[in-house]
C-alpha cells in the first residue's frame, strides 16, 4: 500500500534560518507530488507541484522553493525564512486518473 | 475561475442528530467533487469522491454527499453525528480535465463541533 512521510513534524526556527522540509512517498511510481501550506489553521495554498523529477511549478511568489530529486521525493526549502512562513506544511501525492490527492502527516513550523 | 465555498465557518449538532455541511461550486464542466476531514494537526483524510453516476455518495465513517448539479452543490451528510465527528472539513472541487496541472480548489473549511 501506498504511505506518504514527513519530516520533521514539528520545527521551530528563528527568523532568517534556512529550511528543508522533506516529504517521501512509498508504494507508487511516478507519483503527482504538492505542497501546501496552511496558515491559522484553516485555508490551504498550494505552493508548489510536480510532475516529474526536476520538474517544479509555482503557484505563488514567495521565498520558499521546492526541488524534486528522485522520483518519490519532494523537498521544501528557504534560505531565509521570515516570521510569515509560519504554518502546517503538507504534502500531497496523486496519480494521474485519481482526481485526488493522499496528505501526509503535515509539518508544524513556528518561524520565531 | 474555479471556486469552492462553504459559507459556514462552523457547524454546531448536537450528538445522534443528523448533520449537514454544505458546499457550493463554480467550475466550467463536470467536475471531481471531494469532502476531506482534518483532525488537529493531522494531515487531511480523504472522505469521498464524486466522478460520475449516482449523485448520492457514500465514503467513509458513515459519511455520505449528494450531488447536484442543478445547484451546483455537495452536501456532506451523516444520519446520526458522534462526538469523534468533531474535526474540519474541507470540500474539495477539480475539473475532470486537465490532469496534475489543474489543481485541487479547497474550499475555507467548516468546523463541525458535535456536543454530547
Known amino acids: 500500500s501506498q504511505t506518504i512521510h514527513q519530516w520533521p513534524a514539528t520545527l521551530v526556527q528563528p527568523v532568517g534560518s534556512p529550511l528543508s522540509l522533506e516529504c517521501t512517498v512509498e508504494g507508487t511510481s511516478n507519483p503527482n507530488l504538492y505542497w501546501y501550506r496552511q496558515a491559522a489553521g484553516r485555508g490551504l495554498q498550494l505552493l508548489f507541484y510536480s510532475v516529474g523529477i526536476g520538474q517544479i511549478s509555482s503557484e505563488v511568489p514567495q521565498n520558499l522553493s521546492a526541488s524534486r530529486p528522485q522520483d518519490r521525493q519532494f523537498i521544501l526549502s528557504s534560505k531565509k525564512l521570515l516570521l510569515s512562513d509560519s504554518g502546517f506544511y503538507l504534502c500531497?501525492?496523486?496519480?494521474?486518473?485519481?482526481?485526488?490527492?493522499?496528505f501526509g502527516p503535515g509539518t508544524r513550523l513556528t518561524v520565531t | 475561475a474555479q471556486s469552492v465555498a462553504q459559507p459556514e465557518d462552523q457547524v454546531n449538532v448536537a450528538e445522534g442528530n443528523p448533520l449537514t455541511v454544505k458546499c457550493t461550486y463554480s467550475v466550467s464542466g463536470n467536475p471531481y467533487l471531494f469532502w476531506y476531514v482534518q483532525y488537529p494537526n493531522r494531515g487531511l483524510q480523504f472522505l469521498l469522491k464524486?466522478?460520475?453516476?449516482?449523485?448520492l455518495v457514500k465514503g467513509s465513517y458513515g459519511f455520505e454527499a449528494e450531488f447536484n448539479k442543478s445547484q451546483t452543490s455537495f452536501h456532506l451528510k451523516k444520519p446520526s453525528a458522534l462526538v469523534s465527528d468533531s474535526a474540519l472539513y474541507f470540500c474539495a472541487v477539480r475539473d475532470r480535465h486537465g490532469g496534475a496541472t489543474n489543481k485541487l480548489i479547497f474550499g475555507t473549511g467548516t468546523l463541525l463541533a458535535v456536543q454530547p
Open positions: 464524486y466522478i460520475t453516476g449516482d449523485n
Open positions: 500531497a501525492w496523486s496519480v494521474e486518473g485519481a482526481g485526488f490527492e493522499y
